[in-house]
């Protein structure tokens, strides 16, 4: 709210719903501050109890000590048009301390929780779920909620305590005053009701235009977007593309700040038709000699007041509905169930031997909207914008009157179907087979970052799904298809796997990884900042550091998807011998796009489709002439290029 004007900018479509249950979840957070929140009642009280005292000493100053010439009395009564005003603001001060305590407090308690409930999502959660949406909930929506404990709940009673106090005394000094003063209040109610729905319209605009605005400069600021400009030279175009969505931010901000002049304008012109009426009626009866001058200046100053604590309270349903609906917002992401989650009595996996078994499994993603947010209208952010560049959406376009159709692939519903094989602790698996073949989706089911829709994985015998997260976490090593390094030096990159780990088994790892020498060639050695996701590096230098950080955690089972697919023959030949000295004892499961993977391994494991069609060893399978005979004759002979591997 500004200035007792509605300002909330939800949806029209959204419609608030305060009921008792959301009510009474509110107050849980509101609980811990209860002590904090009785005193800022009582602070209100003691506020506006003084704020009524001043147009009384001016009454008394006017009507008595002036006329009977009392400097006694008027020294006290100037004592105390400053002491008032400086209790009032000094209790303001302690008011705003205690405000923000509790406001701050429940925005603290509010993020914690859900931070560390998003974190325990599933990674199904994580590829529907817009980044953007998320950083709403942690940040507009914790704030929105917040207001609603600590500003709007505050602000009904203090305008609800001030209404009663203020009408108690204007009836007590002059009651056909008050009246007088209360009848224009409809049309106080109307100029900015309207007025104020039609500046609500323009501020709306105002953050979509912000919001097609932010997003050009998200996408073109950052590092991609700025090397796409300059390789295609397209600098001019993005100047004017620009110029155009800044001057629509410009135009409706005049707009807005010209019907914003005439809303309080209007505000005070019928405020000062009310201080009027009352000098008009209230100077008839004082020459009449019904009334004293004094009580006319007294019963002005009141009326401000009260036309200010009536507005709020006018305002105040749809100020905290709006404000439950941020709670509603934030509630959605705390209910949202954890699809990977462990039993009560979950065992605790230890002295690991990593004997990998998939027994029967299948997979496919689930489409249902469970689990997942629900689509918010938010104006003023980038998730609004449906085409960053263009503005508008895209529409398939038909070919010779027909919409293209795209050829066979290995698209399909069931990702996963039917997939078994065990490996032994020391054996490495490879996986091979056509791009989409599910070969990732496979890898990502041993982590448990998706569970089998049918059959089971087991860990020396123990189901994925009896054993705690943490544990499991800690006997696999994974290095993914897309390398991700924190923005911060190559050391705390490392140190992610193993926080305690020694400066020394840190090097050990790199020099494993064959990364050691290039680190030290640094100017900063370990110390260097990698950059935004690792770009100040190389594809096979960043790839480099994550198989050094996973060497750093010592895994039993081992899982590595295209984990050399970045490095040159040289790198790559260092890599595979550190690799067999890391493989020693463990478990590998490697999706294999390089050919010395390949004839390495004891098992291959042939995909296509979501099914194993072949497997065995390398000479097994050529000799067989099926897939993998086709692919290694395709892919692999006469050269020692990599199969791809997207799986």
Not at 94 to 118: M, P, Q, T
Not at 453 to 478: C, E, K, P, W
């Amino acid at each position: 709210m500004v200035h007792g004007f509605p300002y909330s900018l939800s949806s029209p479509d959204e419609k608030p719903k305060v009921t008792r249950g959301l009510l009474k979840r509110v107050m849980g957070y509101a609980r811990p501050y209860t002590r904090l929140i009785l005193v800022m009642f009582a602070i209100t009280i003691v506020v506006a109890g003084l704020s009524l005292l001043m147009p009384l000493i001016l009454r008394q100053l006017i009507d008595v000590t002036l006329k009977e010439r009392n400097l006694s009395q008027l020294w006290w009564l100037v004592a105390a048009l400053v002491a008032l005003p400086l209790a009032t603001s000094s209790l303001t001060v302690l008011l705003r301390r205690i405000n923000a305590r509790v406001g701050e407090g429940v925005v603290y308690d509010l993020r914690v929780a859900l931070f560390s409930h998003l974190q325990r999502m599933a990674l199904n959660f994580f590829t529907n779920t817009k980044v953007g949406e998320l950083m709403s909930r942690l940040n507009n929506d914790v704030v929105g909620a917040q207001n609603a404990i600590s500003n709007t709940m505050v602000g009904i009673v203090s305008s609800f305590i001030q209404t009663v106090a203020l009408l108690i005394v204007m009836f007590s000094l002059e009651w056909r005053l008050t009246l007088l003063s209360i009848v224009i209040l409809p049309l106080f109610l109307v100029a900015a009701r309207n007025l104020g729905r039609r500046l609500q319209n323009i501020a709306r605009e105002q953050l979509d235009f912000n919001a097609k605005m932010n997003a050009v400069m998200h996408e073109l600021l950052n590092i991609s977007g700025a090397l796409l400009v300059k390789l295609f030279g397209r600098a001019k175009t993005e100047d004017e593309r620009f110029k155009e969505r800044a001057a629509a931010v410009r135009d409706s901000g005049v707009r807005r700040a010209v019907t914003g002049m005439l809303f309080f304008a209007s505000i005070g012109l019928i405020s000062a038709i009310g201080v009027a009426l009352v000098y008009g009626l209230g100077g008839y009866l004082v020459i009449k000699g019904s009334l004293t001058i004094g009580t006319i200046v007294a019963m002005a100053a009141y009326l401000g007041s009260l036309y200010s604590a009536l507005q709020n309270l006018t305002n105040a349903p749809v100020d905290f509905a709006t404000s439950m609906v941020s709670f509603e917002r934030v509630f959605e992401v705390l209910d949202l169930p954890h699809e990977i989650a462990e039993k009560p009595q979950a065992l605790c996996l230890q002295d690991v031997r990593g004997v990998l078994e998939l027994d029967d499994v299948s997979f496919k993603y689930s489409r249902a909207d469970r689990g997942l947010l629900k689509d918010v209208k938010r104006f003023g952010q980038m998730q609004d914008v449906v085409a960053v560049l263009s503005g508008g959406a895209q529409t398939e376009k038909p070919v010779n009157g027909e919409t293209e159709k795209a050829p066979a692939t290995q698209a399909r519903e069931q990702v996963l179907d039917h997939i078994s094989f065990r490996a032994e602790p020391g054996q490495l698996v490879a996986l091979v087979g056509p791009s989409g073949a599910g070969k990732t989706t496979l890898t990502y089911l041993i982590p448990r970052l998706y569970d089998p829709t049918g059959g089971r994985i087991l860990i020396d015998g123990h189901d994925l799904r009896d054993v705690t997260l943490d544990s499991l976490a800690n006997q696999i090593g994974m290095v993914t298809q897309e390398t991700f390094l924190f923005h911060d030096t190559i050391r705390v990159n490392m140190l992610y796997a193993d926080p305690d780990a020694t400066q020394a088994q840190v090097q050990s790892a790199a020099k494993a990884a064959n990364i050691h020498d290039f680190i030290m060639g640094l100017p900063q050695g370990y110390d260097t900042v990698v950059g935004e996701r690792g770009y100040r590096l190389s594809g096979g230098e960043k790839q480099r550091i994550a198989l050094a950080r996973v060497i750093l955690k010592d895994p039993r089972i081992l899982v590595l998807d295209e984990a050399t697919s970045s490095l040159d023959s040289e790198s790559e030949a260092l890599i595979q011998e550190a690799l067999k000295r890391v493989m020693t004892g463990r478990t590998s499961i490697v999706i294999a796009h390089r050919l010395s993977t390949i004839l390495a391994a004891d098992l291959i494991l042939v995909m296509d489709r979501g099914q194993i069609i072949e497997r065995g060893t390398h000479q097994e399978l050529l000799a067989r002439g099926g897939l993998y005979a086709r692919l290694y004759e395709t892919q692999f002979h006469g050269s020692k290029a990599g199969l791809p591997a997207n799986g």
